[in-house]
C-alpha cells in the first residue's frame, strides 16, 4: 500500500562503531539495577513525605448511600480524606479511549476495588488505619457477570446514559464494542467442507503480575502545579488524563518517569496517578503512594477472559475451507482498552493461515467483574489458544500430522488477512514451524540422569514429592500465532525524539531524550546502540523520561523498538546532516570529497563511504551543539470498517511457534513442562541478548497462564478470591523449563533496519503449545486455560 | 522503640519503630537502603530477600526488632559482603569476619565506581536483568547457594532460587548467570 514515510529501511551508515545495532550490548541501567541503587517509584523519597491510602470498594455493585470520614479525619496524623465531593473540577472521569472511569467513586461502585476514598497520613500505618475507619454504607445491586446476564432484556445496564462513539453500533448497552469481520461466503464454503470441527473455548483471567507495584510520588511545586514521579508505560496519556481532573494546564503537570518494575500492559491506565497529586495538591506536601500486592490486583485491568465460539472446515485435502468464530471478551466495569483488543481478536482471530471465506464476530462486554485491558497480547492470545486447539482437531479428524496440516495452511508473504489487508511482508509460518519441529527433542525420563533415585525436582509435584516417575506420562503439542504491531486502526501512533551531539571532555558525545518508558524491555540499550550506528559515535547518554519532550506513545504492542527506535533513528539521522553541513563549512575547502562524496560518521570520524577520513567529529563539533527535536510515524492505518470489517488496520504482523514437552502426571493431574523451545521471526535483532531474553520471558507468561495463572472472580458477588502471590501463582523457576530459542531475521522493508516488533508474539503460542502438550499426554479435550489437576483427573 | 543492628558491616539505629515495621520497612524508609524490594510484601516473591546472620531471610516477614544486635547484608553491601569473603575462608562468613567489614560509596547516578560482587558481573553480563524489580532478592540469594555450593547443578539452582519470583526474564538467563557466576568463580579458585 503506503511507502514506508521518513526513515529508509536500510542501514544508512557503515555499523562500523562499536557497540551499534545488531551487538548484544549490555544495558546502560545495568550496574545501578544490581547495586540496588536504581530508583524505582515505590523508592522515591521525600522531606516532609506523606503516604497516600486508597479506600476500595468491598462489594462488586452497589448504590452508595452514604460516606463518613469524620473518625477517619479525626485520627492523629492524617492530614487529608478526600471524597468524589472534593475533586477540584468538572472533570471527575477518565479513560484511555472513554472517559468512563471515576476518579473516585459516585453514587456507585461498578465493581470489587473500586477506589471511594483516599487518605494522606504521616505514616503508611496511619493512613491504613484512617481508610479503615470511613464508614461506607452501600445498597448492593445485582451483578453483570458475564453474556446471558449482561444481555438479559431486564440487565441492569453497568453504565446508564452512554454517550462514547461505540454506542450507536453496540448491539445493547452492555456492550463496549462489537467488530464483525465478513469476507467471502463462510456459510457457501462450508458446503466445499468434507471435514467439519466445533469448539467452545474458555480462557481463564490473567494478571499482568509485574513484580515493582503501582506506585509513585507528587511533589507539589511552588506555581501551583505537581511533580509526579511515576511508574506508567505512556508518560504523556498519563498526562492527558490527570491534568483536566487536576484542573491545570498540562505544562503545570511535570511528569519523570521512575524506576518500573514491570508493565506488561497493566499501566497502560492510570492507577494511583491522580489520587497521589489530589492529596499533594490537597495538603501542600509531598504524597508517596505504594499499593501493596493485595491492593496491586484491584489497582490495574487484566487481561479480558473470554468465551470463544468456533467453527472450521477443511477439504479432504487438508485444505482450510473456511472459519466462524464469534469471541466474547468480558470487559469488566470499565471500558480501559477494550474497544482496541476487540479490533485485534477479531482481526487475528483465525490465525496465520489462508482462509477465504470467514465470519467473525468479536465483542466486549460491560460487567461487574474486575475491569480489563490490555496485557501482553491484547486479544490475540485468547484467539490464538482457540484457533490452535481447532487446527489440532481439525487435522486429528483428517488423519492428518498436526504440523502439517499447519503448514498446509500457513499464510505467507501475500496473503489476504481476513480485513482484506495484504500481508506486505515476510511471514515464514511454515517455516518457523519446520525450524521449532527440527529443534532436539529433551532426552525421556531426565529425572533419571544423575543416578538411579530419581530427582524428584525434575518431576511434575516437584520437591512436593508427589511421583518418582509412576503415572507420569509425556506429550508434545505445536502452536503458531500472529500479532500485530504497533497502534491500530487509524491511530497516530507516533513518537518523538530529540538528539543532540557536542564535545565533551574532548569526546564526541550524543544525548538521546525520549519519553520512552524503560520498563525492562531495554529500549534505553537499543536507542544508545542507534545513535552510535547513526552517528558514528561510542558515547552516548540517555537522558532521563520525562514530559519535557514530546511524546513517545505507549511501551506497549511491541512498538517501542519499531516506532520511538525509529524516532531516535531518524532525529539521528537529521542530527547527521547537521554535523556534516558544520563540517562542509569548516573544512570543506579542504578536501574535494566534502562535495563530493558520500560522507558517513565511522568511529569518531567523518569518512568518505570510500574510508577516507575528512576530519573528526570532535573537531568538527568544537563548540558547537548540534541538537534536533523531530517526531516519527510508521506508515498510517485505517479503522475497520464496522459492518465488514475491512480495512488495512495494522502496521506489521509479528510470527512465533512453539513447540511444548511435558510430563503428567496422570493420577494427580499435576504437569510439568519439560521444554518450551520457541522459533520467531525478528526482521532484524538490534539486541540479540534482549531479543532472547523478551521471547522467554513472553513464553513464560504463556505457560503460566497455560497451567496456573487465573484471577478467580466468584459468579455470584463478582469479588475477586485470590488477590495475592499466595493464591494467584506466577511460574517459579522451578516451574519453568529450558527454553531453546530459534532467531530468524528475514526484513521487513517497511519498518526501521527491517525490524519486527517482538515483545508480545511468544506471549501467543506458548499457552495453546502447553494445552496441546497436555492433550497429547493424556488424550482429553481441554478446552479452557488454565488446566487445573481436577481437569486432568476428573475429580 | 529503637532497633540496633548491623547493616552491611555498618551499625545502624533506627528510632520511633512501631511494633508492626518489618525488618524491610526499616531497611527501605528508615535508613534508607530501598535496594531491597517490596514487590508483595507477604513472604511469596523473594525481591526483599536480606541475609539475617548469613541466613537468607524475606525481610518483609521478619519484624524490625528481631533483627535487634544482628547482622544483615543487603544487596547493596554485596559486593564488599563477596570481597571480603574472597579474601578469608572459601566457606562461609563468621559472625566475626563480617564484622570487620563495611561497604563502600559510590555514585548513585551511574553505579561508577562500584565494584561488583561475582554475581552482580555474571548478571549483567549473561542479561539476566529486564525491569531488574527482582535482582537485589535473587542476587542475595544466589550468592548465598553459590557460597554454600560452589558447583551447583542446573537443578540445585532452580531449587535455591524457587522463593524468588521474576516476571520478565522467563529465569533462562537468571540461570545462565548464576551458571556463568559459578563457572568464573571456579576459575578463579
Ligand atoms: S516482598 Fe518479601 S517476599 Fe515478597
Ligand atoms: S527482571 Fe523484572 S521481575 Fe525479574
Avoid at chain 2, 130 to 141: D, H
Amino acid at each position: 500500500m503506503s511507502t514506508p514515510n521518513g526513515t529508509p529501511t536500510k542501514i544508512t551508515q557503515g555499523s562500523q562503531t562499536k557497540g551499534g545495532i545488531g551487538e548484544s550490548t549490555l544495558r546502560p541501567d545495568g550496574t545501578l539495577k544490581v547495586t540496588g541503587e536504581f530508583a524505582y517509584s515505590s523508592d522515591m523519597w521525600h522531606e516532609d513525605m506523606l503516604w497516600g491510602q486508597i479506600l476500595r470498594s468491598t462489594v462488586a455493585h452497589a448504590e452508595i448511600v452514604s460516606i463518613d470520614t469524620s473518625e477517619a479525619l479525626a485520627l492523629p496524623g492524617v492530614y487529608a480524606v478526600m471524597t468524589y465531593d472534593d475533586l477540584p473540577t468538572e472533570v471527575k472521569h477518565y479513560g484511555l479511549e472513554i472517559q468512563d472511569t471515576p476518579v473516585l467513586a459516585h453514587g456507585k461502585v461498578r465493581h470489587h476495588g473500586e477506589p471511594v476514598a483516599i487518605v494522606a497520613a504521616d505514616h503508611p500505618e496511619t493512613a491504613r488505619r484512617a481508610a479503615a475507619k470511613i464508614k461506607v454504607e452501600y445498597r448492593e445491586l445485582p451483578v453483570i457477570t458475564d453474556e446471558a446476564s449482561a444481555t438479559a432484556p431486564d440487565a441492569v445496564l453497568v453504565h446508564e446514559n452512554r454517550d462514547d462513539h461505540h454506542i450507536g453500533h453496540v448491539p445493547h448497552p452492555n456492550i463496549v464494542h462489537r467488530q464483525p469481520i465478513v469476507r467471502g461466503d463462510a456459510r457457501q464454503a462450508a458446503g466445499r467442507a468434507d471435514f467439519v470441527v466445533k469448539g467452545e473455548y474458555t480462557f481463564g483471567m490473567q494478571d499482568q503480575a509485574f513484580l515493582g507495584p503501582e506506585s509513585g510520588l507528587a511533589v507539589p511545586d511552588e506555581d501551583g502545579g505537581v511533580h509526579l514521579y511515576i511508574a506508567t508505560q505512556w508518560l504523556h496519556s498519563d498526562l492527558r488524563q490527570i491534568a483536566p481532573v487536576l484542573g491545570l494546564p498540562e505544562r503545570k503537570v511535570r511528569m519523570t518517569l521512575s524506576g518500573v518494575g514491570g508493565a506488561f500492559g497493566g499501566r497502560e491506565d492510570l492507577s494511583m496517578q491522580i489520587h497521589a497529586c489530589l492529596l499533594a495538591l490537597r495538603t501542600g506536601q509531598p504524597v508517596k503512594i505504594v499499593y501493596n500486592r493485595f491492593e496491586s490486583f484491584f489497582g490495574h485491568v487484566h487481561r479480558h477472559p473470554a468465551k470463544l465460539y468456533y467453527e472450521h472446515g477443511a477439504t479432504r485435502e487438508g485444505k482450510l475451507t473456511h472459519v466462524k468464530c464469534r469471541i466474547v471478551l468480558d470487559g469488566g466495569a470499565y471500558a480501559s482498552a477494550s474497544p482496541a483488543v476487540v479490533g485485534n481478536a477479531s482481526s487475528l482471530s483465525i490465525g496465520p493461515y489462508v482462509v477465504d471465506d470467514v465470519d467473525i464476530e468479536a465483542i466486549a462486554l460491560y460487567t461487574n467483574n474486575p475491569p480489563c485491558g490490555a496485557m501482553r497480547g491484547f486479544g490475540a492470545v485468547q484467539a490464538c489458544f482457540a484457533y490452535e486447539a481447532q487446527m489440532d482437531k481439525l487435522a486429528d479428524a483428517l488423519g492428518m500430522d498436526r504440523v502439517e496440516f499447519r503448514q498446509l495452511n500457513a499464510m505467507e508473504q501475500g496473503t489476504i488477512m481476513p480485513t482484506g489487508q495484504p500481508v506486505d511482508s515476510p511471514a515464514p509460518v511454515a517455516e518457523l514451524l519446520r525450524r521449532v519441529k527440527a529443534m532436539p527433542l529433551p532426552p525421556e525420563q531426565q529425572w533419571l540422569a544423575a543416578g538411579e533415585e530419581a530427582d524428584v525436582r525434575q518431576l511434575p509435584g516437584g520437591l512436593s514429592n508427589t511421583t518418582h516417575g509412576e503415572g507420569v506420562v509425556r506429550g508434545i503439542g505445536y502452536a503458531v500465532g500472529i500479532k500485530n504491531v504497533g497502534f491500530s486502526e487509524g491511530f497516530d501512533d507516533y513518537s518523538t525524539a530529540r538528539v543532540r551531539m557536542e564535545v565533551v571532555g574532548g569526546e564526541p558525545v550524543a544525548t538521546v531524550h525520549t519519553a520512552m518508558a524503560e520498563v525492562g524491555q531495554g529500549g534505553v540499550t537499543v536507542h544508545a546502540q542507534i545513535a552510535r550506528t547513526e552517528l558514528g559515535v561510542t558515547q552516548v547518554t540517555i537522558h532521563p523520561a520525562d514530559t519535557q519532550v514530546g511524546s513517545a506513545g505507549s511501551t506497549s504492542a511491541s512498538r517501542q523498538t519499531y516506532v520511538t527506535g525509529g524516532a531516535v533513528k531518524n532525529s539521528c539521522e537529521l542530527v547527521r546532516e547537521k554535523v556534516l553541513e558544520l563540517g562542509r563549512r569548516k573544512f570543506g575547502s579542504y578536501h574535494p570529497a566534502w562535495a563530493t562524496a558520500e560522507l558517513l560518521l565511522e568511529g569518531g570520524k567523518i569518512v568518505t563511504d570510500g574510508g577516507e577520513v575528512l576530519a573528526d567529529l570532535a573537531d568538527v563539533l568544537e563548540g558547537e551543539s548540534v541538537e534536533v527535536e523531530a517526531e516519527w510515524r510508521h506508515r498510517p492505518t485505517e479503522a475497520f470498517d464496522l459492518r465488514t470489517g475491512q480495512g488495512f488496520g495494522h502496521v506489521q504482523y509479528s510470527f512465533a511457534a512453539h513447540r511444548a514437552v511435558v510430563e503428567v502426571d496422570t493420577e494427580l493431574g499435576l504437569v510439568k513442562v519439560i521444554e518450551l523451545a520457541c522459533a520467531q521471526d525478528v526482521g532484524k535483532a538490534l539486541n540479540p541478548l534482549s531479543v532472547i531474553g523478551q521471547i522467554q520471558g513472553g513464553t513464560v507468561q504463556g505457560l503460566g497462564v497455560a497451567v496456573m495463572e487465573e484471577i478467580i472472580v466468584d459468579p455470584v458477588t463478582a469479588k475477586v478470591r485470590n488477590p495475592s502471590f499466595t493464591d494467584y501463582l506466577i511460574p517459579t523457576i522451578l516451574d519453568t523449563p529450558t527454553i531453546p530459542v530459534d532467531v530468524l531475521e528475514l526484513a521487513d522493508d517497511h519498518a526501521p533496519y527491517g525490524l519486527r516488533g517482538i515483545g508480545e508474539a511468544p506471549t501467543l503460542s506458548s499457552t495453546p503449545a502447553v494445552l496441546a502438550a497436555i492433550r497429547n499426554a493424556t488424550g482429553l479435550e481441554l478446552n479452557r486455560t488454565p488446566v487445573r489437576p481436577e481437569h486432568l483427573t476428573g475429580t | 522503640m529503637r532497633v540496633n543492628f548491623t547493616v552491611n558491616g555498618r551499625p545502624q539505629e533506627a528510632d520511633d519503630v512501631w511494633e508492626g515495621e518489618s525488618l524491610l520497612y526499616v531497611l527501605r524508609e528508615r535508613l534508607g537502603l530501598p535496594g531491597s524490594k517490596n514487590a508483595c510484601e507477604q513472604g511469596e516473591c523473594g525481591s526483599c530477600t536480606v541475609r539475617l546472620d548469613g541466613v537468607p531471610v524475606c525481610s518483609c516477614l521478619v519484624a524490625a526488632g528481631q533483627a535487634e544486635g544482628r547482622e544483615v547484608v543487603t544487596v547493596e553491601g554485596l559486593a564488599d559482603y563477596a570481597k571480603h569473603r574472597s579474601c578469608g575462608s572459601s566457606r562461609g562468613t563468621s559472625l566475626q569476619e563480617a564484622q570487620d567489614w563495611a561497604a563502600k560509596g559510590h555514585d548513585s547516578q551511574t553505579g561508577e565506581g562500584s565494584e561488583l560482587a561475582p554475581i552482580q558481573q555474571a548478571f549483567i553480563d549473561a542479561g539476566a536483568v529486564q525491569c531488574g524489580f527482582c535482582t537485589p532478592g535473587l542476587l542475595v540469594a544466589a550468592d548465598e547457594m553459590l557460597e554454600r555450593n560452589p558447583n551447583p547443578s542446573d537443578a540445585d539452582i532452580r531449587e535455591a532460587l524457587s522463593g524468588n519470583l521474576c516476571r520478565c526474564t522467563g529465569y533462562e538467563k537468571i540461570m545462565d548467570a548464576v551458571r556463568l557466576a559459578a563457572a568464573r568463580q571456579g576459575e578463579a579458585v
